[in-house]
C-alpha cells in the first residue's frame, strides 16, 4: 500500500514533519470501465474493492453523487450483530460479523470495531420464549448467544428499570458478545481507500442521470461528468433505488422512508452494551465520545425530506426513559434522520435485474450499515460471476412473483410497517 | 410536524391518523387470475420524489379514511378530501 498506517509511520511523520499524501485519488472519470457503481456509499464502495480484491476486476469506477460519507453510512446508529433467525439472514449476516472482525486488519484503517455485546430483551414469558427459539438457531449456527433470566441481566445492566411499577417490566434478554458497534465514517473512508489502492476510480460530485441503454442491455451511464461505458452497472444507493433504478424504467418493490437516530451530550462511560428494548422499537448504546445513540422506528410516511418528525422524538425519548430512568435529565444534542429504502417484507434485494448487465444491491430497511462487507462481498461475487453468490440467493427482485417473500418479522406485505 | 386536513375536523396533526400508503394504486378487477397485475398492484411503488398522492385515516377524530395530497421531497401537504367520494374531479 502506498501510504502504509502504522504506529512506525506515524513517529515517522511525526518527527520528520512529511506530509500525509490523499487517501483517495481524485479520480476523473474515464470513458468506460469493466464495472460502473452507482452510489459511493459502504455498500458501493465495499462491492469496488472485493471486486479487485477477491475477483481481480480493478477497472471499476465509483459513481458518488455528493462527496464520501454523505450518505447513509454517516446516518446510521453504528451497530453490528447478526442475530437473525430466519434461514438465509442467519447465514448472511454472521458471514458480515465475521468480516467486521477482521476489516481493521483488511482494510489497513482502524475502524475501531467495538464488540461491546447487544442485549435484546423480553418483557414477558412469550417474549422470552421467542428469544430462546431465536437464541437456539443462533447457536445450531454456530452463532454465540446467552439467553440471560431477569437476575442474570439485573448485575449485568444494573442500571435499567426493574422496578415493579414500571409498564413493561424487564423479564429477560438474549445477549451477543460479538456484537457491538464501528466508527461508522471510518468504514466508508477505509473502503474507500482500500479500493482506490486496488485502481477503483472513486469519482465524487458526479451525479447519474440517465442510462445507455441497447434494447433490454445497459451499456453505461449518463453522468452529469458525461457519459461512462460499462460492461457492468450497479446501483447500489440506498434510499434512492426508486429514483435512479426509474431512469431504465424499472418499478421496484421499495418505498423511501425516513429513519431518526439521535445523541444526548457526552456523560461519562455509563451503557458498556447496545441494548435493545423489547415493548417498542428503540435501542440505546453509548459512542466513545461519551453520547447516548438512539434509534428508533421510521416515521411512518414515505418521505425523501432527510427531516424527521417530532412525535418520533418524544416516542423514543419516552422509550429511552422507561428503559433508564436516570437519564431523565440528559439533553439531546444532535438528532438526523437518514433515507431507507423498505420493502414490503422487510429484506433487501441483491442481485440481477430484468436489464441485461444491471445489477441492484437495495431495499435494505433497517439492516444496511451491519450488512455492509458481507452485501459487499456478495454483490462483487455476484457482479464477476454473473449470478447470485449463494448467501444472497433469496434476495432476488422477482422474490414475490415466486411467492417466496423473506419475512423475519412477519409484519405483512406494508412497506410502513416493517 | 405534518398537519393534514381533514374535512370534516379541520388542520390536525399527522400523529391523530393512521397511514394507508399510495392512494394512486388501481386494483385489478374482482375475479382477475392475471397474477402479474396483483404482483404489480400489491408489491411495486411508484415512490416519487415530489406530489404523491396517500390514504390517511382519522383514527382520533372522525374516523374517515381520506385521500391526502403530500410532496414527498419537501411534506408540503396539498388538498384533502374524502376517500368514499370516489376519484377526484
Request: glycine share 12%; aromatic share 10%.
Amino acid at each position: 500500500m502506498k501510504n502504509r498506517y502504522s504506529a512506525l509511520a506515524l513517529a515517522q511523520h511525526a518527527l520528520t514533519g512529511k506530509r500525509w499524501s490523499r487517501a483517495w485519488r481524485a479520480a476523473a472519470p474515464r470513458p468506460d470501465y469493466d464495472v460502473v457503481i452507482i452510489g459511493g456509499g459502504g455498500h458501493g464502495l465495499a462491492t469496488a474493492y472485493y471486486l479487485a480484491a477477491n475477483h481481480g476486476i480493478r477497472r471499476v469506477a465509483v459513481l458518488e453523487r455528493a462527496y464520501i460519507g454523505s450518505g447513509n453510512v454517516g446516518r446510521n446508529t453504528t451497530l453490528i450483530r447478526s442475530n437473525y433467525m430466519m434461514a438465509g439472514n442467519t447465514q448472511f449476516f454472521e458471514h458480515s460479523l465475521k468480516l467486521w472482525e477482521g476489516l481493521s486488519h483488511e482494510l489497513n484503517f482502524n475502524v475501531m470495531v467495538s464488540q461491546r455485546g447487544q442485549v435484546v430483551l423480553a418483557h414477558g414469558p412469550s417474549q422470552f420464549d421467542v428469544l430462546a427459539r431465536r437464541g437456539n438457531i443462533m447457536r445450531l449456527n454456530g452463532i454465540d448467544a446467552e439467553l440471560l433470566e431477569r437476575g442474570e441481566l439485573m448485575r449485568l445492566l444494573p442500571y435499567l428499570d426493574y422496578s415493579d411499577s414500571c409498564r413493561f417490566p424487564i423479564y429477560g434478554g438474549l445477549l451477543q458478545r460479538r456484537a457491538g458497534t464501528v466508527r461508522h465514517d471510518a468504514v466508508a473512508w477505509g473502503y474507500a481507500r482500500a479500493a482506490d489502492d486496488c485502481g477503483v476510480d472513486i469519482i465524487e460530485n458526479c451525479e447519474v442521470t440517465g442510462f445507455v441503454r441497447e434494447h433490454d442491455c445497459i451499456n453505461g451511464v449518463v453522468t452529469s461528468r458525461g457519459t461512462i461505458g460499462a460492461g457492468r452497472t450497479v446501483i447500489s444507493v440506498a434510499g434512492h433505488s426508486s429514483q435512479v433504478a426509474a431512469l431504465a424504467g424499472l418499478r421496484l418493490p421499495v418505498e423511501s422512508h425516513l429513519l431518526q437516530a439521535f445523541v444526548t451530550e457526552p456523560i461519562k462511560p455509563f451503557v458498556d452494551h447496545v441494548i435493545s428494548f423489547g415493548a417498542e422499537l428503540f435501542y440505546i448504546s453509548q459512542s466513545d465520545k461519551g453520547g447516548l445513540v438512539f434509534g428508533g422506528h421510521i416515521d411512518g410516511f414515505n418521505s425523501y425530506t432527510q427531516r424527521g418528525q417530532f412525535a418520533k422524538v418524544q416516542n423514543v425519548a419516552e422509550c429511552a426513559v422507561a428503559l433508564i430512568p436516570s437519564i431523565s435529565r440528559l439533553r439531546l444534542l444532535r438528532h438526523w434522520a437518514g433515507i431507507q429504502d423498505m420493502t414490503p417484507d422487510g429484506s433487501p434485494f441483491m442481485g440481477r435485474t430484468p436489464l441485461a448487465n444491471l445489477y441492484l444491491n437495495g431495499g435494505w430497511c433497517y439492516q444496511g450499515f451491519k450488512a455492509t462487507p458481507a452485501a459487499g462481498w456478495c454483490m462483487a461475487h455476484t457482479v464477476a460471476h454473473g449470478e447470485e453468490h449463494p448467501l444472497v440467493r433469496h434476495l432476488s427482485l422477482d422474490r414475490f412473483l415466486q411467492g417466496n417473500g423473506h419475512d423475519e418479522y412477519g409484519h405483512g406485505n406494508w412497506t410502513y410497517k416493517q | 410536524m405534518l398537519i393534514i386536513h381533514c374535512p370534516h375536523c379541520g388542520d390536525r396533526d399527522y400523529t391523530e391518523f393512521r397511514y394507508g400508503g399510495d392512494a394512486s394504486k388501481r386494483r385489478p378487477a374482482h375475479g382477475s387470475g392475471d397474477l402479474r397485475a396483483w404482483h404489480d398492484h400489491v408489491f411495486l411503488f411508484d415512490n416519487p420524489k415530489g406530489a404523491h398522492r396517500e390514504y390517511w385515516q382519522h383514527v382520533l377524530g372522525c374516523r374517515q379514511w381520506l385521500v391526502a395530497e403530500r410532496n414527498t421531497a419537501t411534506n408540503e401537504a396539498g388538498r384533502t378530501r374524502l376517500a368514499r367520494d370516489g376519484e377526484a374531479p
